[in-house]
């Protein structure tokens, strides 16, 4: 079992930065893929950003050039630097962990972009 917990999201105005932490605890060794999916009101949720086996990153075209990813594998948290965020990044962000078939979510984080 996989326990994520969230923290970071909040209010920020157009072109602002926030970053989401993502600390993972219990069975973590040896994970595919660990990053944010994010689901905007009406619309299906979609890929954000990803480590991959703790090596590679994959990100969305969308946030390519103000989004990074990064990990600390000692304090077993991944982080979701946004910067340059715009109206159209409002979400709830979700912690995503893979390991084999299995996919673990943490909580949600409401990312609200907004003058």
């Known amino acids: 079992q996989v326990q994520l917990v969230e923290s970071g999201g909040g209010l920020v105005q157009p072109g602002g930065s926030l970053r989401l932490s993502c600390v993972a605890s219990?069975?973590?060794?040896?994970?595919?893929?660990m990053g944010w999916f994010r689901q905007a009101p009406g619309k299906q949720r979609e890929l954000v950003a990803h480590?991959?086996?703790?090596?590679?990153?994959n990100y969305a075209d969308s946030v390519k050039g103000r989004f990074t990813i990064s990990r600390d594998n000692a304090k077993n948290t991944a982080y979701l630097q946004m910067t340059s965020l715009k109206p159209n990044n409002t979400a709830v962000y979700c912690c995503?962990?893979?390991?084999?078939?299995?996919?673990?979510w943490g909580q949600g984080s409401q990312v609200t972009v907004s003058s």
């Open positions: 995503h962990f893979m390991k084999g078939l299995m996919h673990y």
């Open positions: 219990g069975s973590i060794f040896s994970f595919n893929a």
């Open positions: 480590i991959i086996s703790g090596r590679s990153t």
